[in-house]
């Protein structure tokens, strides 16, 4: 927990985006709107929520269970100096390991993605044995609105509620897209906020690119003895970059070098390091 300023998270969250941009625009493809999207998350809970100092075994804990959302968490990393920017560079690229889905064992990285939906089982897993361990680790496990049109999720969520634990916050990214477009024309999820209730979790609905509504939701001291929480962060895909957010096919942009650029220039960060 940093205590960072509203105004720090906000800074935090527009080189997130600087970084995504960079590191996409290398081979000029990726889920770069799910790293656009959720960049005010991502800022608040790296650089605010998570206790990330002290003994490594009692460090807080981060599942990214949609694992295309991996551009999200490579900005995180390069922003905390854990990769080399060259190599993000490579993301997607032939022969790289800087996969479009990450794999477990990449630094920063708690599990393999790419099949979407087993990450909050994972995150219930690691949840258990910190409590049992009597560690003070908290594990904080983002999830996709489409996760929640497979049952592993719920049966996730059933087992979290039953458990009681405490010591997970679920954040939801509400973008209510999906590969074949909008999640309440796919397969309907509304009124989810009550679904997750019924479930059992505490639930808070945010703006999640309100940074100060954000900060306030994942603070320690707003969960709710034996129930996990769940944070419902409203988002909007490529948020941030217009051209981005209403592209024909946000899921996944495939764009020429100079929109790229444009794309920097408009975030106004010099994508750093
Ligand atoms: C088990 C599984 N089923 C299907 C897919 C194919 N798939 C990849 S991304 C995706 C969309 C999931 O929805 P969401 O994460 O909400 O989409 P986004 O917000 O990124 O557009 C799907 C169905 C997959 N990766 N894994």
Known sequence: MTGASIDQLRTCAARLRAHAIRIAAGRGQGY???????????SCLFFDAMRLEGPQEDHDR??????????TL??????????????????????SRIEESPLEGLPGFEITGGSLAQGLSQAVGLALGARLQGRPTHVYCMISDGELQEGQTWEALLSAAHHGLDNLTIVLDRNRRQVDGSTEEVVSLEPVADKLAAFGSEVVAVDGHDVAALQTALRRDRITPGKPTAVVARTALGRGVPAF???????????PQEQWDAARRLIGVDAPI
Do not use: K, W
């Open 32 to 42: 770069v709107g799910q790293a656009l999207g959720t960049a005010e998350i991502m």
């Open 245 to 255: 957010e209403h592209a024909d096919y946000p899921h996944y942009l495939r764009l």
């Open 62 to 71: 981060f599942v990214l269970s949609p694992g295309h959302y991996a551009l």
């Open 74 to 95: 490579y900005a995180v990393q390069l922003e905390r100096g854990l990769y080399d920017p060259a190599e993000l560079e490579t993301y997607g690229m032939d022969g």
